[in-house]
């Protein structure tokens, strides 16, 4: 009996012992923190980035996006938006949100260093979503030679009077989610003194699911009280200092750590539908003729060497042009078409070395619109409009001539795109 007691006793330590061994061998996990930016507590910090999550929308793409960046394949990651996109703010552009991003995320999700990881920056200063539409192709994709994985949208601050009303942004958004099934897409809304457009580009983005991200909603209360001072954020009305683009940067990677944590959404079925139109979809930037365009440019037969150049190529983003120096011949361009993007060279009214003048636009032979390419203030950046915009394709005459006088002047016809 006294060897049964003792044997019973014997197990029970051994059990215990085993216990606590195990007990030790459990290792607490701790929460990943950010490291507060604007002296900022970590608390404090984690109230904006979460606030900034405006929706996290259905996450099935990204956690594909997550599950690739982690595997040996390659990956290609592009933004595509305005000033705040390219860079503008901190003293290198390198330092904006976007390349900050890429760098953190090696840290963040691990890479195998034998993958490839290719990203593009495709951010233009002054640049609304219209203007990014007709660069989509041959900016985002041509230069990757490939669809994105991820795709940063960013045009709440230069959106206001856009002219396809919002349509073009749908139209990118439906084009980087059929090009690449798994593609993932993140609306980014940046923030402005004067406000943003996300109002108008919310139904959109909710209508296909995508994240959203909102820096006009995460700093408003902490600047209201003080804790992130306007002058310690921006270097002007928009433009974030290093810091604001860190805060942007944290801004994605605490979406991302939410989804990485969460349970896998239904695969994310494409609406067959447009939520606002499908005018603008398949847009074809132009490069010249084709089997639905025939151009006769006339006396607009050179090219502008000193149009808006992108920060990264220190080069024109907009290399083939037709450009107006002297001559009565007017641009004459047949074409099949629904819809018609025009874009524009705005030059410095200023100037003393180019003089800028005035062109009419005419649409099978009606006057349309007169356009001045000087520009009080104009740097070269493109100005934009829809010249055609209708719901069925048909055969169009589009001729655009200097006006009187205007003659020995200079216009530049900066790119244009259509739709069928």
Known sequence: MKKFILAILSAALLLTACGQKNKKEEVKVEPKTFEPVFGMSVEDYQAVLDKSLMSIGNNYRLKKFIEKYKSEQDVYIAAIGGSVTEGAGPANYTDGYFYQFVRVLRNELGRPGSAKTIFNDAGLSGTSSAIGWVRYQSDVVDVMGH???????????????????????????RRALTDNPDCAVIVLYAAATYGNTQTDMKPVANYYKVPQITILDAIKQPMEKGMIKKEAFYTDIVHPYKEGHTLMVDCIINLIRKVEAAEPDPIFELPAATKLSPDFVGLVRITGDDENVKIDAGDFNETDENCQT?????????????????????????????????????GNAASKEVSYGKAEVYIDGILLDTYNAAKEGGWNNPGVKVIIDEAEAKD?????????GDEDKEFTIVAMGYSK
């Open 396 to 404: 169009h005459k589009v001729e655009v001539k200097m006006v009187k």
């Open 147 to 173: 669809a994105p994985d991820l795709l940063i949208i960013e045009f709440a601050v230069n959106d206001y009077m856009e002219p396809t009303k919002v349509r073009g942004f749908e139209a990118m958004i």
């Open 310 to 346: 992108i920060k990264k190529t220190k080069k024109s983003d907009f290399p083939q042009n037709w450009c107006h120096k002297s001559g009565t011949n007017s641009f004459k361009m047949d074409i099949n078409c629904k819809n018609l993007i025009f874009l524009f060279k705005e």
